[in-house]
């Protein structure tokens, strides 16, 4: 289910807000300051699963939906399966993801003694961030279903 929609007018925390139109350009309301790092079509979405959010709260820091920079905040979602390759439906948006999301010093303040690396795909497989490209663009909203369509690993 999509827990929360975020976005910004750049830089993080990403504020909820009700619904959001997503084209191929992205989340209409949310921008990037650093085009070279964030945005663009291949990553028009970032997605990140609020069971993490829980699980690094448990862990002591400070850090809510949104504050990751992401733009959909995800519950019930097998993560294991969101790779790059696999394919979505959230809302009336169909995606496909395309990358992992590198953490940036903005996202310090969300972490205990500033360890912002603790979600880094590199350092600790399974905590990232995903980025993801819009195949059909659509609306969704809080309370959406969230469904894996295929791709990745698993579909082969």
């Known amino acids: 289910m999509v827990e929360s929609v975020n976005v910004s007018d750049g830089g993080v925390p990403k504020r909820a807000v009700e619904r959001a139109r997503v084209t191929p350009a992205g989340v209409a309301g949310d921008r990037q300051r650093d085009l070279r790092h964030h945005g663009g079509e291949g990553r028009a979405l970032c997605l990140y699963a609020a069971e993490l959010l829980d699980a690094l709260r448990a862990e002591g820091h400070p850090i809510g939906a949104g504050a990751a920079g992401?733009?959909?905040?995800?519950?019930?979602?097998?993560?294991?399966a969101m790779t790059v390759g696999a394919r979505f439906r959230a809302g009336t948006v169909e995606g496909e993801i395309t990358g992992y999301a590198h953490p940036c010093d903005n996202l310090r303040p969300y972490f205990t003694d500033a360890e912002f690396t603790r979600i880094s795909q590199k350092l600790h497989p399974g905590w990232s961030r995903v980025y993801a490209r819009v195949l059909r663009g659509g609306e969704v909203a809080p309370g959406d279903a969230i469904v894996v369509t295929g791709g990745g690993p698993e579909a082969a």
């Open 70 to 80: 992401e733009n959909l905040t995800v519950r019930g979602v097998p993560w294991a």
